[in-house]
């Protein structure tokens, strides 16, 4: 697996120009077909092009863009949850949060008054694979569904296959509006919250300090809130890019 995606990273640059053009673009994985990936992936496209550096972004299932990312076939993580660096030593964590993950547990509004955040030990609770804190929730439970979509989750939701999905309410919101559903509903309260962050390969620990930088002042300017607040609100108004993994 590695060596197929060391080959799509090379052709990637390759097709980009010339070994100058190279040395000033870096690819980032991120998973597909998530909110928080397209909003992050702006925010750092955004803040690299503050230091002359061209991003690539490569989308994938949540297990395979860690995986890429702490072996250094790409150049870094979009943005995850910050345990990410304990996990995967080789990441480098850049210390300005991002974005923000709120999970909730989500079920079909006909079942979810019947249901609370106490009772996941009980159902069938389904997540996307390789998202940090919904394995961390989810971890010793014993019903759990690992699926590489959220459309795939929402689908076995509502086929009444699952009890539960866990998933962003951002996240939530844009899927059963691509599936053409209005069935979704929280159940309880949100059962986790963390900061996003973005991480970068150690092998571009020179960059660290120049793009703690860049996102601070972005950060300070109130320029990244205003590009999360924008595409959020393009996302639930139904203008999801399909080069972000919008697949069935």
Avoid: C
């Avoid at 197929?4 to 994985?29: K, N, P």
Wanted: charged share 20%; no cysteine.
């Amino acid at each position: 697996m590695r060596r197929l995606v060391g080959i799509f990273v090379f052709l990637l640059l390759l097709g980009s120009g010339t070994s100058a053009d190279v040395q000033q673009r870096l690819v980032l994985s991120t998973i597909e077909g998530t909110p928080n990936g397209v909003i992050g992936a702006a925010v750092l496209k955004a803040a690299y092009g503050k230091l002359g550096i061209d991003l690539d972004i490569y989308y994938t299932s949540g297990k395979r863009s860690l995986l890429v990312a702490a072996s250094g076939s790409v150049d870094g993580e979009v943005l995850r949850v910050g345990t990410v660096s304990e996990m995967h030593p080789t990441l480098i964590r850049i210390g300005v949060p991002i974005h923000t993950l709120e999970v909730s547990a989500f079920s079909k509004r006909s079942n979810a008054p019947k249901q609370r955040v106490e009772d996941l030990p009980y159902l069938r609770v389904g997540h996307l694979r390789g998202a940090v804190l919904p394995e961390d929730v989810t971890r010793h439970l014993s019903d759990v569904w690992r699926a590489n979509s959220n459309r795939e989750l929402f689908k076995l939701l509502m086929a009444d296959k699952l009890d539960a999905v866990l998933t962003s309410t951002v996240t939530e919101a844009v899927t059963i509006r691509q599936l053409g559903i209005e069935e979704g509903e929280i159940v309880g309260q949100p059962i986790g919250r963390e900061n996003l962050y973005h991480f970068l390969h150690k092998k571009h620990a020179d960059l660290v300090p120049e793009i703690t930088t860049v996102l601070e002042q972005m950060a300070a300017s109130g320029e990244l809130d205003a590009i999360i607040t924008a595409l959020t609100e393009e996302l639930l108004g139904g203008k999801f890019p399909v080069h972000a993994g919008n697949v069935e």
